[in-house]
Structure formats: structure tokens, C-alpha cells
């Protein structure tokens, strides 16, 4: 009765067949153990075959969800098992399926009874199950074990390794005895590390070994438990002059009984290392297609193979340390923490690797119809990409719910005080983006700030014939790129290191220029190559800081200067290289309040400090906002309007009642002759509904200046809302090189960069220039 094929679980039920009945010892060791929670509580009950067990548990007050892959055991469970309407039956493979319709909210007890055995990643899958406990809730295994059966039903029994290994991880696992099965009560999953591990000393002066990294449909990598106690990937020592690649794929077919050939295995790095003082040089082999069964021909080596999902890489326990760094190297910042290596990626032309679970399909096309609905994926083509680029692959050491959160931008670099230097941006907010480049099939496009996902956007944007250049000043994030492009990617994007603020390398610059160019990490002046490699009437969108805000601003070129189309909310890392920059800060009152002076040098704070110990002047400004307003254009038109302006923000823990800021603002404000006035809101109308509620704008000041100041930013905010609020304008705004005469630029707010001059020019303001015309949106 060993199963490993499906079908054969499906006749045994269809046969008539079924399995030990669930005995009197069993039923009370659950009624001590697992009783059902005060008010019921929720049961699911994994490989529930004819539904005794789940029937069983559906009477002592759990509702029951009874899992199985084999419809013909629901359907025997449905007559002599019924349940009496508490048990929902669902037809699922728990290690392949899509696990969407199980209980979001988790379960008080999950039960596997006589199912363990036959579980082929049962590392993967019962970790995957203890995340879905309910605080206090408990995973039972029941199983047979290899003392209490015959030698020729030991595959459906745990031996003591296997139940030692089963109880790894849990803060408590009980054990008891049930009539000849083993019953195992496991609470708390704790939380674990992949550490590196290695074997000992080896002998000689020197190895040379090549490991195999493979995956499966659903995009799991194979890993051995070895008969010392750690993880491996399948391979071993090269024999005399053999090839490294057909090394690891004779390994390969002796520790699992899967094939391959040699042009289905590509040496993707070098590894240089030592252990014991011996060099050590370990062959990366990624194995691109194969063929075969799982098997476990060398038992005397592993206890068994298993499948683990990427994600769960970095929660293993003890791997051995060739075979972490491998996985590392293959998908690079997968398992932090490991001993440094001497890694060498080759530029070999490895073909894409395919595979993804069920469960990934499913939330990517949920993310395209959230971002969708959304409308920031307006045309056809965006939202093809969306639902065709596996984004999970991306970032592959997140799990797929977290990948395509439609408003998640998970973090995959830090610096050493723990800041995100870079990140896969929100879905949302790269499809905004990339609309708002317009491309057409064919297009070239250049990205400055890399990742892969979004350059594999802009490549199935683009199609078979375009084209897109990817660049980052940080070696790591460069090869993630290069990476997870060959593994998942088209074919049409190209990788190179540099500091992107300086553009392509010229022999990647198309004649004519770029089509397109997105720049996806902030900035605070605009590069002259980014202007300069750009096609004429070719869109250029990047996040722009503004004194401090951050707009996705889309530019046309129109000759030496870029107007600006659109504008988007947003935030992203910050730039490195040629482009980092901290902004100017003053502190007040031992750092108790921070101006900072985003764009221009710290002006008229002499006396600050004297006057915020004053008397505070308050200015009502007559103007009110209801839940949930955008004021996005209110920050940019007093920020660009008003000298002396900065932002204005408060240390939570160390605030003395001074300022009346809400925790986390960043207010508006402006200084001069030794004052301060900011800007804040004040709620003015109280209500049970969002639609009840109002807030006024209101100015705080301090100081001899403060009347005037207060007046001077309370006019501003009037102005705003009688010209621009209602008309959900943004500025005009145009940039020009640095140097360009006053006299040739346009009325207007003028606001000098070192690389640029920027003209904002808001409505009934200033004669507003007529923009250049449109460009035409792609069919």
C-alpha cells in the first residue's frame, strides 16, 4: 500500500478498500488532548479518505474541513460518513493543490492519520500546516511506526529518525501509544533558521564537486535528508577528467532515479571555499529539464528526497553548507546569513526553468483584476503582463501571498543600519508607471534601478521584438537580476552594473534613443544623460522629489526640455551613487523637532529654538476636508509657493505638547527672521461615519514674525482651494537645463537643482505656456 500515484489512491477507495477504523484508544487520547473549544472550534482533518475521522470530530463540536485528493473517498465518506452537516468536504492535494479554500482564519486542530507515510515533502507540508494553527491550536499526527508493523509494510510507517525529525521545531510535541499507532501532539511552530553545516575534515588536499539544483512543476527544489541529519542537494565528487555538469547529472540519477542529460544542465557558478583548510571548488549545476520518478535508490545515504517551495529555504534547519551556498547562488539572498564564499557567476545561456505552484496562478490573475479594478492598468497589453510574469519568482523569499499583494513592495536589500536600499515596487504603482510610458510593440526601454520583475513587465509590454536595459550601482541586486531573468524571464532583458544616474552604456543606446525610461528608486535632481539618451517626444517616468514629496512624474522630451504629463502619489528607495543625498536638518529643543530643508539651504532659524518656548499663535484657515481627501496637490502648490519653506516633524517618544502634529506627520511650514509657522488639521466635526466627519486647516506660529508667517501660509492654503482644488490640477511643470537663462524660461515658480531648472506654473497663477503637444496613445 505504499501509493505514490494518485490513481492508485483513487481505485483503492473505488474498490472498496479503506483503512484501519479508528479505535476507542484513539477517540479519548483526542477527547483529552484536542478537545473541541468552548462554542465549537475549527477542524481540518488532511488525507481524510472514507471521513471517519472527520465525522467523528464533527460530533465532539469541531466543523470540520475534510481534505483529500481522491473523489472517490468523498464519495464514500458522503454514505458512511456523513457528518450531520459539519463536515465540508474539499477535493485537494495538499502538496500540490491551490490551498484557497481553506479557512483563512485558521484551524483549532489539524489531523493526519495514516497519512504522513505517503507524504512526499512532509518537511514542507507540515510546516505549511502548523502556520495555519490558531494560537493554542495543535497539529495530531497519527501513524504507524516500523517497530510495530512487518518488514514489508514499512513504507507506510515512520521509523524513530523520522519521528524525531517530525517533532523538530514545535515548543511542546507529546507522544503516546494507540493500540499499535503512534500519536503525536505537536503546539507552538517555532520559528527556524537555515544554518550551514558541514561533515567533517575531508581528506586529501583538495575537492572538486558538483552539485545539482533542481526543480519541480510547482517550482519546489529537490533536497535530500542525509543519514548525517542535514539537508543536501543532489551530487558529489567529479571522477578523473568528467565534466562538471554531467558529474552532477550522473549524481543526479544515482541518489534519486531522475534523468537528464547534459544539455539539460548548465553550470551557473563557481564556488570557492575551504572547510578544515582544504579548498574546496563546488560546480553550481542548474538542471533545466528532466525526467523519471523520485526515488530513493541509496538509502544507506538519505532517509528520503524531498520537494521545498523557495520561500521556505531560509526555515530548514541544518543544510550542508556546499548546498546552501548553491541554492544561494541560484537564487541570490535566499538563505541569509551563510559563511562568505568566493562566488563566481558564469554569463552562461541558461534557458528559462519553468514551474509554479497552482496557488501562484491563482493570485497573480486575483493581483491584475485588484490592480485592474483599480484603474491604474488601463490598456490590454499592461494587464497581459501583469497576468503573465510570475512575480513570485522575483522575490523568492516571500511567500506567493505576500508576492502579489497588490499594494505590498516587498524589501530585498538593506544597508547595515537596516535601511531598504532596494525593493520590488507595489504592482499597482509599476503599472501606473509603465502606462504611463505609452510603449509600443518594439520599444526599447531603459530602467534605471533593477530588479527583473519590472523590466520582464516592460519586456512582455514591449513584445517579441522590443527590448529593455536594466542597470543598478549595487553588484548584489545586479546578479538577483541577471539570476531571476535567466530563470524566469524572456530572453529580451539586458543586465549591467553601474550608476544608473549616468545612463546606458553607449553601446546599449539605441540610434535615435531610448523609446522610453523609468527610473524606479527616488530622486532628487534629474541626470542630464536620462534627458539626453531619451528619443525626442519619448516619455521618461521617475519618482521626483519636490521639497520633500514624492511625485511618479511622466515626461515628455520636447528638444532640451522635459514637460510633465502626469503625476502619481508614490514612494520609493532612496538613490545611491551620484544621486544620494541627505537632505539639510535642523533640530530644535535636543532634537525634540526637526526642520528639514529638502530643496535650498537652512534659512532664518537663528532664535528658533527661543521662540517654539513662546507664546503659539493659531490661524484658522476656513478651509475643511472631509475623510479620506487627497491633498497631494495642496503639499506641492505651498511647497513651490512659498520662500522659506521646509517640513516640520516631531520626536513621538520625546514631545512635549509644543506642536499639535498627527504621529507620523511631516508638516508643512515656513521660517523666517527667527519664527516658524507649519500647517496642520484640526477635526472639527465629529461623526459615526467617515461622510460625518470634517477637519479644518489650521496654522500654528511661534515667534515676533509669526503673525505674518501664519497669514502668508493660511493665504496660500486659501488659494489653493479656490483655484486649484476643485479643478484636481497638478502644476504645469517644465525642466530645463542648468544654466538656462532666466529670460528663457516661462513664468513661473522656478526651482534650481544642480542639473536642472524646474518651472512650476499653477492655474491662475501664472500665463500658463501651452504644452507641447500630446503623444498619441498606443492603439
Given at each position: ?35 473541541a ?46 457528518g ?48 495555519r ?5 495543535a ?16 513504507d ?32 507552538g ?12 575534515r575531508?581528506?586529501?588536499?583538495g575537492?572538486?564537486?558538483?552539485l ?19 539537508w ?74 524531498e ?13 550542508f ?9 541560484v ?42 479594478t ?40 538593506r ?5 531598504a536600499t ?27 534601478g ?12 514591449t ?13 548584489y ?5 541577471r539570476?531571476f ?23 546599449l ?11 524606479t528608486?527616488?530622486?532628487w ?10 528619443a ?60 528639514r ?14 521662540a ?43 514631545d ?11 508638516a ?21 461615519t ?37 479643478r ?30 524646474l518651472?512650476?506654473q ?11 503637444a ?6
Amino acid at each position: 500500500m505504499g501509493y505514490v500515484i494518485p490513481e492508485e489512491w483513487r481505485s483503492h477507495f473505488a474498490e472498496g478498500k479503506g483503512f484501519r477504523p479508528l479505535g476507542e484508544r484513539e477517540r479519548a487520547l483526542l477527547a483529552e488532548h484536542v478537545p473541541a473549544p468552548s462554542g465549537g472550534g475549527r477542524a481540518l482533518d488532511v488525507g481524510s479518505g472514507t471521513g471517519e475521522l472527520a465525522a467523528h470530530l464533527a460530533s465532539v463540536g469541531y466543523r470540520v474541513d475534510a481534505v483529500d485528493f481522491a473523489d472517490s473517498a468523498h464519495a464514500r465518506a458522503r454514505i458512511e460518513h456523513p457528518g450531520e452537516g459539519r463536515v465540508h468536504r474539499l477535493t485537494l492535494d495538499i502538496e500540490h493543490g491551490d490551498p484557497a479554500e481553506l479557512d483563512p482564519d485558521g484551524y483549532d486542530l489539524i489531523t493526519l492519520r495514516l497519512v504522513y507515510p505517503f507524504l512526499s515533502s512532509r518537511t514542507g507540508v507540515v510546516r505549511g500546516l502548523g502556520k495555519r494553527l490558531r494560537p493554542g491550536g495543535a497539529l495530531v499526527v497519527i501513524t504507524p511506526t516500523t517497530a510495530d508493523v512487518p518488514q514489508d509494510r514499512r513504507d507506510i510507517a515512520l521509523d524513530e529518525d523520522e519521528i524525531a525529525l517530525l517533532t523538530e521545531g514545535w515548543e511542546t510535541a507529546e507522544r503516546m501509544d494507540a493500540d499499535g499507532l503512534t500519536v503525536v501532539v505537536l503546539r507552538g511552530l517555532r520559528p527556524a533558521d537555515t544554518r550551514a553545516v558541514e561533515k567533517g575534515r575531508p581528506a586529501g588536499h583538495g575537492l572538486i564537486g558538483a552539485l545539482a539544483v533542481v526543480t519541480d512543476g510547482a517550482g519546489r527544489v529537490l533536497l535530500g535528508r542525509s543519514a548525517q541529519g542535514m539537508w543536501e542537494l543532489a551530487g558529489g565528487k567529479s571522477q578523473g577528467s568528467e565534466d562538471l555538469a554531467a558529474a552532477a547529472v550522473r549524481e543526479l540519477a544515482e541518489e534519486t532515479g531522475l534523468v537528464t542529460d547534459p544539455g539539460g544542465a548548465v553550470v551557473v557558478a563557481m564556488l570557492v571555499d575551504a572547510v578544515g583548510g582544504v579548498p574546496r571548488l563546488t560546480a553550481v549545476v542548474r538542471v533545466t529539464a528532466w525526467s523519471g520518478t523520485l526515488t530513493n535508490p541509496e538509502k544507506h545515504l538519505f532517509a528520503r528526497w524531498e520537494w521545498h517551495a523557495p520561500h521556505t529555504l531560509a526555515a530548514l534547519g541544518p543544510v550542508f553548507t556546499p548546498a546552501a551556498q548553491a541554492l544561494n547562488a541560484v537564487w541570490p539572498g535566499i538563505i541569509p546569513g551563510l559563511p562568505p564564499v568566493n562566488s563566481y557567476p558564469l554569463a552562461a545561456g541558461q534557458p528559462p526553468v519553468p514551474g509554479e505552484p497552482a496557488e501562484a496562478v491563482r493570485l497573480r490573475h486575483a493581483m491584475a483584476d485588484a490592480v485592474t479594478t483599480g484603474g491604474w492598468a488601463a490598456s490590454e497589453p499592461v494587464r497581459q503582463a501583469l497576468r503573465t510574469v510570475p512575480r513570485h519568482r522575483y522575490v523568492p523569499e516571500q511567500d506567493p501571498r505576500t508576492a502579489y499583494d497588490d499594494n505590498v513592495a516587498p524589501v530585498t536589500r538593506r544597508d547595515t543600519a537596516g535601511r531598504a536600499t532596494s525593493s520590488v515596487s507595489a504592482p499597482w504603482l509599476q503599472a501606473d508607471m509603465i502606462e504611463s510610458l505609452r510603449l509600443r510593440p518594439g520599444a526599447v526601454v531603459f530602467e534605471a534601478g533593477s530588479g527583473g520583475y519590472n523590466a520582464e513587465l516592460l519586456a512582455q509590454v514591449t513584445g517579441p521584438s522590443g527590448r529593455v536595459v536594466t542597470g543598478d550601482i549595487d553588484p548584489y541586486v545586479v546578479q538577483r537580476t541577471r539570476r531571476f531573468t535567466a530563470e524566469a524571464g524572456s530572453g529580451r532583458v539586458t543586465v549591467f552594473q553601474g550608476d544608473a544616474a549616468g545612463g546606458a552604456p553607449a553601446a546599449l543606446v539605441p540610434r535615435g534613443g531610448f523609446d522610453g525610461s523609468m527610473v524606479t528608486y527616488n530622486v532628487w535632481d534629474i541626470a542630464p544623460p536620462w534627458r539626453e539618451q531619451l528619443a525626442d517626444g519619448g516619455l521618461l517616468v521617475l519618482p521626483l522629489e519636490i521639497h520633500g514629496y514624492t511625485r511618479a512624474v511622466a515626461f515628455q522630451r520636447c528638444g532640451e526640455v522635459l514637460h510633465a504629463r502626469k503625476f502619481t502619489h508614490c514612494g520609493f528607495v532612496r538613490a545611491q551613487g551620484a544621486h544620494a543625498r541627505t537632505a539639510p536638518a535642523v533640530d530644535l529643543l535636543e532634537g525634540e523637532l526637526r526642520l528639514r530643508f529638502e530643496d535650498g539651504p537652512p534659512a532664518g532659524t537663528d532664535g528658533l529654538e527661543a521662540a517654539s518656548r513662546g507664546p503659539r499663535l493659531e490661524v484658522a484657515t476656513g478651509v475643511t476636508m472631509g475623510s479620506g481627501f487627497y491633498f497631494g496637490s495642496l503639499q506641492l502648490y505651498v511647497s513651490t509657493t512659498l520662500p522659506g519653506f521646509c517640513r516640520l516633524s516631531v520626536d513621538r517618544d520625546r514631545d512635549n505638547g509644543i506642536t499639535r502634529l498627527a504621529p507620523g506627520d511631516a508638516a508643512p511650514a515656513v521660517t523666517g527672521g527667527g519664527s516658524l509657522a507649519y500647517l496642520t488639521y484640526e477635526q472639527v466635526r465629529h461623526g459615526d461615519t467617515p461622510a460625518e466627519r470634517l477637519w479644518e486647516w489650521a496654522v500654528h506660529a511661534f515667534g515676533d514674525q509669526g503673525p505674518e508667517l501664519a497669514e502668508r501660509l493660511a493665504a496660500a492654503v486659501r488659494a489653493w482651494d479656490r483655484d486649484v482644488r476643485d479643478r484636481a490640477e497638478d502644476p504645469a511643470l517644465s525642466v530645463h537645463p542648468a544654466g538656462t537663462p532666466d529670460d528663457r524660461l516661462p513664468a513661473g515658480e522656478v526651482l534650481d537643482k544642480p542639473h536642472c531648472r524646474l518651472v512650476f506654473q499653477w492655474p491662475d497663477r501664472h500665463t500658463t505656456r501651452p504644452a507641447a503637444a500630446d503623444a498619441e496613445s498606443p492603439p
